[in-house]
């Protein structure tokens, strides 16, 4: 069963900078797609970035030019570097990850349990 651990989340003033971290384990064979949701108060989750296979990337137009995704293969980990940060990006950050998973693999998706950022003005 796939296991994804999030860090790098807290408590950052607008300008500022922060960088995720999820770390994915339990036998993934292949990563074909991850990235990172964000979910605020009252509101619904929305995509922030994505990262496939073939190192496609793509972003929310507000996070555009701001945030960064990419992945380390080697250590099954994605990142997402948050520059400039604002309020506006305050929510909980989520990251995904659909993977083959096993011997044989399977397809999976999986869910972190959501980290904090607070972007304070």
């Known amino acids: 069963q796939v296991q994804l651990v999030e860090s790098g989340g807290g408590l950052v003033q607008a300008g500022g900078s922060l960088r995720l971290s999820c770390a994915a384990s339990?036998?993934?064979?292949?990563?074909?797609?991850a990235g990172w949701y964000r979910q605020a108060p009252g509101e619904q989750r929305r995509l922030v970035a994505s990262?496939?296979?073939?190192?496609?990337?793509n972003y929310a137009d507000a996070v555009q030019g701001r945030f960064t995704i990419s992945k380390d293969g080697a250590k099954d980990t994605i990142y997402l570097q948050m520059n400039s940060l604002k309020p506006d990006d305050t929510a909980v950050y989520y990251c995904?990850?659909?993977?083959?998973?096993?011997?044989?693999?399977?397809?999976?998706?999986?869910w972190g349990q959501g980290t904090q950022v607070t972007v304070s003005s």
């Open positions: 995904y990850l659909d993977a083959w998973v096993g011997q044989p693999p399977e397809f999976s998706s999986s």
């Open positions: 339990g036998g993934i064979f292949r990563i074909n797609a």
């Open positions: 990262i496939f296979s073939t190192g496609t990337t």
